[in-house]
């Protein structure tokens, strides 16, 4: 698709998939994909080559990620990686990303991806995404998933009218809901998970940041400026400017303030690879639901997921007996036992390590 | 104690602390008591040194274990060392060993203890050792432990009526009960804990062997018409005979059909060991019931137990989040997660191993 552009989000604190992802090394960089020995960020590029080649994908990470992002997709370009100074949540990175899409193309549609989530039917998603880069031309437009089960660790998107075949209005965004209201949404047939793709003209989204956000709009004209000095100059200027920026999301910072907002419904196999909860959802199970790595057994047990990441694969094996539903994952330095339901936990591992000057394991 | 000898039991499958233990590294040649460095056979032998000198220490062990015992017990001659060619129970080698015994001093006075329990007051254990050795020379006497708490792990004696200061005589042998009958018998003051030690006149046992099991008693005479042809026809024909002898325990084989029957009850701090579970009861536990090794950490967690036996001791952190009354076992082969109050399942990994043909794991 001509003038269509990608910017690839790829922060991440590295924290959720502790002890395979640390600072260093986020989700997106994990091949955490059942059967796919690719990360998670070089299959988010390869599913949209067909509809958008390497030359015109950004992805924006860290500073401190550029290389190791680098690394992991060598077939982009130099020029696709964005270094963030800071962290600046995600309204200041794909508002300087689009500014640096509009000067390349005044007339480019961009589409905003998540690096770091899982997509099944890839034919599936390319359809869903082709119609939401069709309505980004008319409003700011965001994928909504028909929701599969009463997910309570989602965000949802409440639909509104349909505006054209498969294109609706959005009536609002919802917080992650409790049990109860997840499963009338589940029912209701117009509300649909937060997937946080985002698609719409690099002019709209310039505009709406100069009406919602001006300081952001601002630095982006002043980054503008340095850059035409070259690429020294805009880079001092980057690093002056990004500390200032508001910590804000797109969410906030802009969606929630714009008028007219378009939902494209889609019903591909998607998780966002929340937590080691997810993998164990996505990963294939025996007869018991457990997910077990080779050299692993269960006896008695039931629900469990276990992964060997070690690198030095020296013979050994891992036995549960009696156990339920326990995530148990190794590394060559780590081995984090926590149930699956409280996965969402490991963060607290991560802040007691932290806390114990464990650097080297964070 | 002049005439007294001691017969060490240190047979054991290897099965209840692995991966810790294994079929050629049992329980009894394992560092288990907290803070000890030596092996629980090892602890057993130097804790009635005062009472009985090595060269009167009498080690039965299996066949294929006598070289790893031996070098747990250097200081031992080499002929205390008696290994059975086939499993046959207690029975078969407490008969051998005690008429080992009567051929050297026909007065003698054994103890047998077993090689893998225990035992916190050793002053203390030494001082109802002696009055069960001299309770020996009236009756065969074994000691009961006060319970400490309503177990449902153990075996228990009833004891009947005093017969001397602190010697009782025994009404009965209970099997485990139930926690029901388990707290009557902690509340009734007649009921003790089975330590599985016995204390007899070495000639006593024989004739009780005569009595009660002639095949045994007559294989016994054999061996020791053998003996006088040499070693060597007498290993012969220990290897011929034991695999013919009953298989059967001193306990059912010869104790509950004997006569009179003693117990002296005694008070000393005492665990059987019987699995990680008792590993747990005694460990050092930090204020949340967790027993961890250096290199772990629990959060949000409660009466956790990690071992960390690994020889290579590469740097790791092992993590539990949201995780209670777990065991985490790690050697260098094999990782074993198992709950604490189903510990005894551990047996099924083994079998699991065993049926999958990993013999290097058992």
Redesign the interface.
């Known amino acids: 698709m001509p003038n269509l552009f990608a910017v690839v989000l790829a922060g991440g604190s590295g924290t959720r998939f502790w002890?395979a992802s640390r600072k260093s090394r986020p989700k997106q960089l994990l091949a955490l994909a059942p059967g796919d020995p690719q990360s998670l960020i070089a299959a988010t590029i390869r599913r949209i080559e067909p509809l958008c080649p390497p030359e015109r994908v950004l992805v924006a990470t860290g500073a401190h990620l550029v290389d190791a992002t680098r690394r992991a997709l060598p077939w982009l370009p130099e020029s696709a990686f964005l270094g963030e100074p800071v962290p600046r949540n995600t309204a200041p990175c794909i508002a300087w990303a689009s500014s640096l899409i509009h000067r390349r193309d005044p007339e480019a549609l961009v589409m905003v991806l998540p690096s770091d989530h899982y997509i099944g039917d890839e034919p599936g998603f390319r359809a869903v995404v082709e119609r939401a880069v069709d309505s980004a031309r008319t409003a700011i437009t965001t994928i909504g998933i028909e929701p599969a089960r009463p997910e309570t660790g989602y965000g949802y998107i409440e639909a509104a009218e349909e505006l054209a075949p498969g294109v609706r209005r959005v009536a609002r965004f919802i917080e992650k809901p409790d049990r109860e209201r997840a499963e009338q949404y589940v029912a209701s047939g117009r509300h649909f998970w937060n997937s946080g793709m985002f698609f719409f003209r690099a002019s709209e989204m310039l505009e709406a940041v100069r009406a919602h956000l001006p300081e952001l709009a601002a630095g982006l004209e002043r980054l503008e400026i340095a850059a035409r000095a070259g690429t020294a100059a805009e880079e001092r200027e980057l690093a002056e400017l990004f500390p200032r920026f508001p910590a804000i999301s797109i969410d906030y910072g802009v969606m929630e303030r714009a008028g007219q907002l378009h939902v494209v419904p889609g019903s591909f196999d998607w998780n966002d690879l929340g937590s080691w909860q997810s993998a164990w959802e996505l990963a294939n199970k025996d007869g018991d639901g457990n997910a077990l790595d080779p050299g692993a057994?269960s006896?008695?047990g039931r629900g469990n997921l276990v992964r060997d990441l070690r690198t030095a694969r020296?013979?050994?094996?891992?036995?549960?007996?009696?156990?339920d539903d326990?995530c148990?994952i190794?590394t060559?330095?780590?081995?984090?036992?926590?149930?699956r339901e409280?996965a969402q936990?490991?963060r607290?591992?991560v802040e007691?390590?932290e806390q114990?000057g464990?650097k080297q394991?964070l």
Do not use: F
């Not at 013979?315 to 156990?323: D, I, N, Q, S």
């Not at 060559?332 to 149930?339: G, H, N």
């Open positions: 002890p057994l006896v008695r020296t013979p050994r094996v891992v036995a549960l007996a009696g156990v326990l148990v190794e060559d330095d780590a081995l984090l036992i926590i149930p409280r936990e490991v607290l591992v007691a390590l114990a464990k394991l």
